[in-house]
Antibody, heavy 125, light 107 residues
Framework: QLHLQESGPGLVKPSETLSLTCIVS??????????WGWIRQSPGKGLEWIGSIFYSGTTYYNPSFKTRLTISLDTSQNQVSLNLRSVTAADTAVYFCAREVPYSSDYYGGWFDPWGQGTLVTVSS | DVQMTQSPDSLSASVGDRVTISCRASQNIDKLLSWFQQKPGKAPKFLIQGASNLQSGVPPRFSGSGSGTDFTLTITSLQPEDFASYFC?????????FGQGTKLEIK
């Protein structure tokens, strides 16, 4: 059974880098059938898609984060990583990773299932 | 960005009721719409993709419809476990965007 678990520090200082890992068990992140995505949720902005990555390393990023975002794969550990640089208090949120199931192989677009339990990250000095 | 607007923001209903939640996209998204259920402190749970395709294991009292810009999630015969928040999400164009959510409460 597929299971995703986010891990990383719960507190990050302003201007530093938020680094999270999504530990995937029950499926290989090198599968050609799926993407792996990051979504966050905050009271102020609701649910926000951050970005997704394919087994090949191809990434799709939300332009709102693009200049400070890196999503990558660690195939040896079967993990997906998120690095968000130069964080501010506005980046305080619960961060989720999720498997993204594409509608078609002909174009990019999919739905998220399942999700990890989420991890709260607070940006504060 | 495609803006997703749900209505109502909150809804009170009783066990056994039929409820409808609407989701409107600011532009055509074909049928590339998903619905999720979320309970407090939990991750969203996927319910429906492609506007109307029910995920395996989701009770058939849940159904979705619509295409283009207007979509609906219907729950017939509400059960106690259905009281939660519901979100729609479009996958037609990047960035993916979510509705603001509809909170379904017990009357």
């Amino acid at each position: 059974q597929l299971h995703l678990q986010e891990s990383g520090p719960g507190l990050v200082k302003p201007s530093e880098t938020l680094s999270l890992t999504c530990i995937v068990s029950g499926a290989s992140i090198t599968s050609r059938d799926y993407y792996w995505g990051w979504i966050r949720q905050s009271p102020g902005k609701g649910l926000e898609w951050i970005g997704s990555i394919f087994y090949s390393g191809t990434t799709y990023y939300n332009p709102s984060f693009k200049t400070r975002l890196t999503i990558s794969l660690d195939t040896s550990q079967n993990q997906v990583s998120l690095n968000l640089r130069s964080v501010t208090a506005a980046d305080t949120a619960v961060y989720f990773c999720a498997r993204e199931v594409p509608y078609s192989s002909d174009y990019y677009g999919g739905w998220f299932d399942p999700w990890g339990q989420g991890t709260l990250v607070t940006v504060s000095s | 960005d495609v803006q997703m607007t749900q209505s109502p923001d909150s809804l009170s209903a009783s066990v056994g009721d039929r409820v409808t939640i609407s989701c409107r996209a600011s532009q055509n998204i074909d049928k590339l719409l998903s619905w999720f259920q979320q309970k407090p402190g939990k991750a969203p749970k996927f319910l429906i993709q492609g506007a109307s395709n029910l995920q395996s294991g989701v009770p058939p009292r849940f159904s979705g419809s619509g295409s283009g810009t207007d979509f609906t999630l219907t729950i017939t015969s509400l059960q106690p476990e259905d009281f939660a928040s519901y979100f729609c999400q479009q996958s037609y164009s990047v960035p993916y965007t979510f509705g603001q959510g509809t909170k379904l409460e017990i009357k």
